[in-house]
């Protein structure tokens, strides 16, 4: 059996198949296509068809940046791709390829991913965390996906850290993903910035990014430490707070920030353990995922599996 | 079949005998020995034997102020009732009174008595919260009591949401509990009182008391007034943070502090719509508790009978 994998990214879908051993047998990229639903619907069903020219597939699942209904099987609203408001994907994609198709929110697919045949293997709680553009998050909660009462549980980088804090893309302040995410790495760097004299980070070539701002700490630069040491101070406590709420067994954080390593999860684990219950704590590992940056698609296609 | 639930506070124990229809038959009060467990446990063991003389008690639930653990079924730890430290109550009272006893953190014996036969019934999906003191909170998901890999799971008042903030009894700095609670209501106050000129807030006896601060509020105070609206926010915040997160369908609120009702519950419920996903928010009542002050007895009961 063969199932497709679809995680649709803002500006690029990832699709791979795996197998029952849950292997990737083969991955394509395609640009997404975000403003126009007709577009957006004949870009998938051509990237199957691809698929089906050398596997025979026998579900396909898609994983979305955004909130989908477990009560309509709708896509409700997705920031990053606006033609997908109130829009059955699901069926849409069915009756182009006739195939049983099911969706979710990407970072559940990625927590189920992880779950299932990752970092958290054989587990029963965990939240599955990724840093990029934003804070992307799911958890598995008593052997099962949590997805809650309509399926738009797990959004985790729109809980309030810090009600004084930066505006966020949602239109609140102070969201965990303000800060600890990619986005909220470089606006921490420049903030420093405006008061750091000097430094490797100054000459850096604009856009700042989190990449470069890795490499400004790498090569010792004070400030781009200083925003690593800050951000790791937010993720550790954002960490706390999954911990004291549902007592996991794990926290598995992937994302392109976390290329960045021990640099940020050695001292977020600190700063966890001090925010923490002592025998909350005990009981739960940080670490980095095992399956990104193909966790979303892999869980896509577990899903498609297993639903 | 008859249940008794006692619900142990940091200076009373309530107990109480449910029925096959969760019916509180009848409910008595004695102090709480804090800090000498061979005291603690005569003390129970007596209130135990006291229903025994009318009543056939088939099973004894107590809701305890602490960390417990599902996997010893152990207390680990209880900051108001320090003698209750790696001590398997369970077992000490049982070998009084020779009857299956169990144990349950109290808040989520309370979620679980909201769920069961108050706010909740049939409800799937919920969090209660108790201001007082603290803040307690315990979590039914998926139609269950969700205590997390070694029961400690639930902690929501010990959640960080304003990281430069007040310094909480468990050490760290800015949990819920320092401000959506009587305690941080109190703390609230007196800050306000520094700045504020005159009003009925400067002439109440000391010490200061939630209550006293309502009936400021309700004779009109202004800065008593502002205290509400300031806890309402933080409540309200709170209530997003859980709501974005599990996508609840109830957030079943009890505690002395909501003996104001609709001044605290009014202002927080508008501040929660701000600050949650519309689709989540739009899915999720909050309301006042069915079953307080009884709520951590009768779910104890409940637990004795269920578990």
Redesign the interface.
Known sequence: MYYLGLDIGGTTIKAGIIDGANHVLEARKAPTVVDDLKGFISKLAELIRDFQKSTAIDAIGIGVPG?R?SKTHEI??SPNIPCLKNVNLEQLVADQVHLKVVSENDANAGAYAEFVCGAGLGL??LAYLTLGTGLGSG?V??G?L???????????G???????GRLCG?G?RGCIETVASATGMVMTAVEKLKTARSGLLHEVPRPLTAEKIYDAAVGGDETAREVFAETARWLG?AC??LI??????MIVIGGGVMASGELLLGNAHEVAR??A?A??FA??QIVQSKLWPDAGMIGAALLARDR
């Open positions: 909130l209904s409700v609203t029963q709680h958890l909660l008593n099962s949590y997805t809650g009462t309509s399926g738009y549980g797990g959004e985790f729109h809980t309030v850290i810090n009600p004084e949602c609140k406590i706390a707070n004291n709420l549902l007592n996991l067994e001090r925010y219950f025998p909350s009981g739960c």
